[in-house]
């Protein structure tokens, strides 16, 4: 588990392709590697990847054939930067919110628009992530924790402040980046938790406006 407090920004030192995987390897940056040990989690731009590989400056993570699919790494190139959190300890603050690195789709920065004490960065989700997004929630953005400030649709928008943009990969945003979004874990069991019984009947989610409103969570 992770929180979305990202402490060092990294970037892509090698690539290589194996059959359909790949071995990513990162250079860290001033992330302190003094703790890790082989098996630890790396949330690598909100991707929680495996060490397999390490020494003071660098590790190494297997990267599977759905995981190119389903995140930013099949587009990654070496030099990109990515944001980086070691595995929460049992100690730590829990500074953000829970994130497990396992990632629900790819976002794309629709807008950008500047002002004097921060930026307004509008994301654009994947239609099926939109129920999971919601007015002052919590969202995971390539694996930093954000507040949710205002939705449209499956459009959404953050307030980052220049202490982020400057610490982590946001800074580097343009419209059309793609990122990596991982939507409020408790979202999502909230969404199961709802269908009660009717979780058992199909593998595809049964919840939506007419069961909502069906067992009294919506006014008629």
């Known amino acids: 588990m992770f929180t979305g407090i990202i402490t ?32 630890d989690s790396i949330a690598t731009n909100g991707v929680c990847l495996t060490v397999v590989d390490f020494d003071s400056h660098s590790y190494s993570a297997d990267v599977s054939a759905e995981t190119l699919k389903l995140t930013g790494f ?27 690195g396992h990632i629900d789709g790819i976002g794309t920065v629709s807008r950008i628009n500047k ?42 928008m953050l307030w980052v402040i220049p202490h982020t ?10 419209v059309g980046t793609k990122i990596n979004l991982e939507v409020d874990l408790i979202a999502r069991y909230l969404e199961r938790l709802l269908l009660g019984d009717k979780a058992a009947e199909s593998s595809k989610s049964n919840l939506d406006l007419a069961f909502l409103a069906e067992h009294g969570f919506l006014k008629k």
């Open 8 to 39: 060092a920004v990294g970037k892509i030192a090698q690539l290589k392709r194996r059959g359909d995987d790949m071995r990513v390897t990162v250079d860290v940056g001033k992330l302190d590697m003094s703790d890790v040990q082989l098996g």
């Open 74 to 100: 099949g587009d990654y190139q070496v030099g990109s930067p990515v944001n980086l959190e070691k595995a929460l300890a049992v100690n730590d603050r829990l500074g953000g919110h829970i994130v497990s």
């Open 115 to 156: 002002h004097s004490k921060y930026v307004e960065i509008w994301v654009k989700a994947p239609d099926e992530l939109a129920k999971y997004i919601a007015h002052k929630g919590s969202i995971t953005t390539d694996g930093v924790s954000l507040t949710v400030n205002e939705v449209n649709g499956a459009e959404f």
């Open 165 to 174: 943009l400057q610490e982590t990969v946001l800074g580097h945003y343009s």
